[in-house]
């Protein structure tokens, strides 16, 4: 028996409108060439250049003056290589050097997809039966580069959304990374990266239990300079520094809207993208209240599981998550502690479903089995579609399965509340399949969510169409929990 699913008529696409000024460059050889050309030109040539380069572009910006200068600060090393001195130079051939630092990418230009939805912290001022949401997307643009933006909207008591209007302009954040570093637990995530401890360790050997992040950094960047250094370590320093850099915060400014606001991929862990972000609203033990989201960084060769978390939208912490349970991707955190735990779904081997426990958000071992795929649309992987939802049956849990020609359709199963090990019942038909329209796309076939909430006794849960687009169903909770308990 299939649990009928109400399809929505809204439809998220991707806008190639909405752009990033990104940081370029060509290497050094030709941005030495670049310097070059714009040290002949004379203060008056500089100028009218600029104006031009403003005239295009200041109004698809916010600041975009200051940009230019953070771009050009960032070849400072290499100006001042050229014998000039980076201080004598005016503000104008500064900004001027910068925008040709700078390129526009279009963050959605290829793909909006994998949707996950949490409640707003803000449900002032509604009429009854409506809930203020927030949604993020995965966004993906040229050279499948992916990063996460966000809308804000309202469902009404028809489960009906409003989405609000999108800003004008996007604006990536400021980053801040961490200083201190607990030694122990950093050779840890070494070892769990296959990172050669025959190198790693030679090079962390002399730093303190608590270590700071420019002192590692300088004594990294000392020994690549080596000109005899062997591949092998290469590689092994490289990957210290990756894993130095995927800790940091990110603050926006407090004048830009939600809408506007892109979390880019930053460190060298995440340079091909930020996958998958499942966001949750986490109710601590002592009712505090804060944003947490999983997500998969991906540098193009290996992919490392990340925890963001927030308490307003404006500032993140950025984190990677430690342990045997903390590999491969499709994780999701419980939205609150059992018995005192901290829990969480993943799917370390690729296949089948798990369920972990921890007294830290960022560590995670042991990790058991609790679903293999049994029916035939799920005979390939079964995994999570974003953290577990309270009811008082048990945690409502919305599953992906993958089956023949690697079609994708998300599925349903209960599990009892204080022993979520303990599955109450599995949707033996899949909740929603890629229909006739939904099958074109990016990734033929596929339907896909990354986080779902309850509204109006409702299943409100947003999906991706094939990796192009993003919609969103409603199921009637009732009938939903009454299949899933008959369905053992």
């Keep these: 028996m299939r649990v009928p699913v109400i399809r929505k008529k809204i439809t998220f696409i991707p806008d190639s409108k909405r752009v990033v000024a990104r940081y370029f460059i060509n290497g050094d050889q030709r941005t030495q060439k670049m310097v070059s050309h714009i040290m002949l030109l004379n203060e008056k040539q500089v100028i009218n250049t600029l104006e031009n380069t403003l005239r295009e ?33 005016s503000q104008e051939r500064k900004m001027l050097i910068g925008s040709y630092c700078t390129m526009e990418y279009a963050i959605e230009s290829a793909a909006i997809f994998n949707p996950s939805i949490v409640e707003d912290f803000d449900q002032s001022g509604l009429e009854k039966g409506e809930k203020r949401v927030i949604l993020s997307f995965r966004a993906t643009g ?37 200083t201190l570093y607990n030694k122990e637990r950093f050779l840890m995530k070494l070892a769990e990266m296959h990172t050669s401890d025959k190198y790693s360790t030679r090079i962390m050997q002399d730093l303190p239990q608590e270590f700071e992040y420019a002192i590692l950094k300088n004594m990294v960047n000392k020994a690549l300079c080596d000109p005899m250094i062997r591949q092998e370590r290469r590689t092994a320093l490289e990957e210290v520094i990756w894993l130095a850099d995927s800790f940091y915060d ?76 903390a590999q491969n991707k499709n994780l999701a955190l419980f939205p609150k502690k059992i018995k005192g735990k901290y829990a969480m779904l993943s799917r370390i081997d690729g296949v089948n479903n798990y369920l972990m426990y921890s007294d830290r958000p960022t560590q995670w071992n042991n990790p058991v089995i609790i679903q293999e795929p049994r029916y035939p649309w799920e005979f390939t992987q079964i995994g999570n579609c974003g953290s577990p939802l309270w009811t008082e049956e048990g945690w409502l849990v919305i599953t992906h399965g993958v089956g023949a020609m690697r079609r994708y359709c998300i599925g349903a199963s209960l599990f009892d509340l204080d022993d979520p ?68």
């Design 57 to 89: 572009f200041a109004r698809r910006h916010r600041n975009i003056s200051n940009i230019f200068f953070r771009h050009c600060e960032k070849i400072k090393g290499i100006i001042e290589g050229m014998q000039i001195n980076y201080d004598d130079l």
């Design 142 to 178: 040229e050279g499948h580069i992916s990063s996460i933006v966000f809308r804000r909207g309202i469902l009404d008591m028809n489960n009906n959304l409003q989405v609000m209007k999108i800003g004008n302009n996007i604006d990536k954040a400021e980053i801040v990374h961490k």
């Design 250 to 325: 990110l603050q926006f400014k407090h004048d830009s809207d939600i809408t506007e606001r892109v979390i880019f991929p930053i460190s060298d862990s995440e340079s091909r993208g930020i996958e998958d972000a499942r966001f949750v609203r986490f109710v601590d033990d002592d009712k505090s209240e804060k944003i947490f989201a999983t997500y998969t960084a991906y540098n193009g060769h290996v992919i490392l599981p990340k925890l963001i978390s927030t308490e307003d939208f404006y500032t993140f912490r950025v984190m990677p998550l430690y342990g045997t349970g």
């Design 421 to 488: 090990s303990k599955e109450i019942g599995r949707l033996k038909e899949p909740l929603l399949s890629p229909l006739e329209d939904e099958r074109e796309g990016y990734v033929p076939n596929v339907v896909y969510s990354c986080g779902s909430i309850i509204h109006n006794n409702s299943l409100i849960l947003p999906y991706a169409v094939s990796d192009y687009s993003s919609t969103y169903g409603v199921v009637d909770m009732v009938e939903l929990i009454e299949t899933l308990k008959k369905s053992k």
